[in-house]
């Protein structure tokens, strides 16, 4: 078991039952012209959490984790995009033609994950069509299959597909981890919120840490 610092108490962990699951850091949530900026939002916001990922990235391949990533995004007719989700806000940005193509559509340049963090031969892409990476996908079944228990999860957007993802994993029997700088907002003051209401009433959705401590744990 490795034991880490972490918020509201120690954590501990056996790395041969964990996985690493990388949420969305797609180039259509973190690059200009994507979906992210097509709502209005300053992608520039998201990249801080990078770095923090990469090297957390690094360590759990390292450490031999099993590492997962997700993609959000739709099939080239929208079949599986609910009405309610393409024309939210009385806009639609999901399938328009945007400089790194369809907006949210798999396949395209925008849906894939970004270069820098970029899923290795082995690493399973679950691709889901909501905010949440268990809703409408195999993953529960492939954690399942690996004698996964607990759960590192970092990507973005903190209150929306990293929190989502943590509360059906929290609700399937999953022990949650978030190391806070390993995930980001376009709003500051949600990524905030979010952790504190992750961590509240005794880690009530799981606990919050940061990648250096979670990167010392697995050395
Ligand atoms: C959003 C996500 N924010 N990956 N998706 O629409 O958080």
Known sequence: MKTLDAQPFAYSFDP????????????????????????????????????PCRRLLDAARRAGLFVVHTREGHRPDLSNCPAAKLTRGGKTFI?????????????????????????????????????????????HLILQARGIRSLIICGVTTEVCVQTTAREANDRGYEVLIPEDCCASYFPEFHRAALEMIKAQGAIVGWVSDADAVIDALR
């Open 95 to 139: 399938g328009q033609q945007g400089s790194m193509g369809r907006i949210l559509i798999q396949g395209e340049p925008g849906h894939d994950i970004i270069p820098e963090l970029y899923p290795q031969a082995g690493e399973p892409i679950i691709d889901k069509p909501g905010k949440g990476a268990f809703f409408a996908t195999d993953l």
């Open 16 to 51: 041969a039952t964990t996985a690493l699951i990388v949420i969305d850091m797609q180039r259509d949530f973190v690059e200009p012209h994507g979906f992210g900026e097509a709502l209005g939002n300053d992608v520039s916001l998201l990249r801080r959490a990078i770095d």
